[in-house]
C-alpha cells in the first residue's frame, strides 16, 4: 500500500503542477501505465480482504473509492455544464456523458483513464477467492454511497444527515423494501458499471458469475429506476444464466441469485409507474424472455421455479394473472412442444410438458367460464371457441402419449 500511495501522490503531484511540461505519451507507454496502475488498484483491494494484511483503523482503500467517485462525479457536472450551455437534450446529454467517460483516456493521453478502476474492482470482485470478492464488493458499496451522496447533495436543497460512508439505503438482496433515488439523482458511471457487472455472470466460474451477482445485487437501490429500467431484460437475462450455471451443491449461490432477480423486478416493475413507453418495453421484454425459459424442456427444476415465481411477481405487480401475461405466447411456445409424441422425450420433459399443458387447459377453461358468467344468454360465440380449442388441444395430447 505505501508503494500505491506514493504512486498516487506523484501522480497528483505532477498533474497538479507540471501537466503542461510533461507532453504527450506514446500508447505503449499509455497502455503500460495503464496495466500497472489496475494491478495496483486490485492488489491494494484485495489485500483488504486479508486479516493479515488489514489495519482496522487505516481507511485507505475507503479514501480511494471515495477519491475516484469525486473525480467520476466532476467529470459528469463539468460534462452537464458543458451540454446545458450548448442547449442540449436530456438525452444528448446521456450520450454525450458516456462518450465522455469511454474516450476520456484518448482525448488526452496525458491522463490515466479513470474507468481503470471499475475494471479493477469488478476483477477482484469476480476473483475466486471469496475473501478479495468480500472486500471488492465493502469497495463497491462505499464508492457507489459516496457517488449516491454527491449526486443527492448537488440535486437536493436540503442537507443530508448522513454521510457517504453509512448505508443509506437497503443494499443486500433481500425482500425487504427498496427504496431508489429519484431521477433528478442520475449517476452516469453507473451505465458504465452495470455492463461490466453482466459481463462477470458470463463468466467461465461460477465465482466469477456470482461476483457479478453480489455487484448487481450491491447497486439494487442506488441506481435509479429509469436506469435499472434500460438494463432490465440484460440483468435477467444474466442471473437466469447464473441459476442454469451453478452446481447443484451451492444452493446459497442460488438463493442469493434468485433474490437478487427477485429484487430488481420488484424495483423496477411498480404498477404506479409503469405508464411510460420504456416501462412497458421492458417489461414485455422480460415476460418475453421469462416465457421462452418457462417453456424450455430443458430447463433444471430450480430455473424453471425461479422463472415460475418472477411471472407470478410481475402478474401481481400489474393486478393481473400469469395466464393473461402468457396468453398471447401459449400458441407459438406450446406447437413445438407436442410436435413429437411424448415418449420420446426424458421423464422429466415429460412431466414439464404435461404440466404446460395443464396449466394451458386452466387458462381455457377459466376465461371460457369466465365468458358464460357475462353472457345474459348463456354461452356465446367465444365459450364454444374456447371449448372447440381444448377438446383439440386435449385430442393432440392424448394423441402424443399414446
Known sequence: MGVYRSILFQQNYVTLHFQADLGVKTKTQLMAEKSVFKILLMTVIAANGETDLTDPTDDFVVNICRHFAVVFHIDSSSSNVSVAALGGSSLSNNVHVGSRLKSNACSNLKELDPLIFL???????????????KAALGALNVFAETLVFLARSKHTDFIMSRGPGTPMIVSSPSMNPVYSPPPSVRVPVFEQLLPRLLHCCYGLTWQAQMGGVM???????????????????????????????????????QEETSQVLTQVLRVVNNVDEANSEARKQSFQGVVDFLAQELFNQNASITVRKNVQSCLALLASRTGSEVSELLEPLYQPFLQPLIVRSLKLKTVDQQVHVLLLMMVYLIFLLAFSFYHFIISSAGWNSYSIEFLSSIEATSSQVDTRVS
Open 119 to 133: 475494471d479493477a474492482l469488478v476483477e477482484v470482485l469476480a476473483d475466486e477467492n471469496r475473501l478479495h470478492a
Open 215 to 253: 455487484g448487481l445485487g450491491a447497486l439494487v437501490g442506488k441506481v435509479t429506476v429509469e436506469t435499472l429500467c434500460l438494463f432490465q431484460v440484460r440483468i435477467v437475462r444474466g442471473l437466469i444464466y447464473v441459476l442454469k450455471k451453478l452446481p447443484i451443491y451451492a444452493s446459497k449461490e
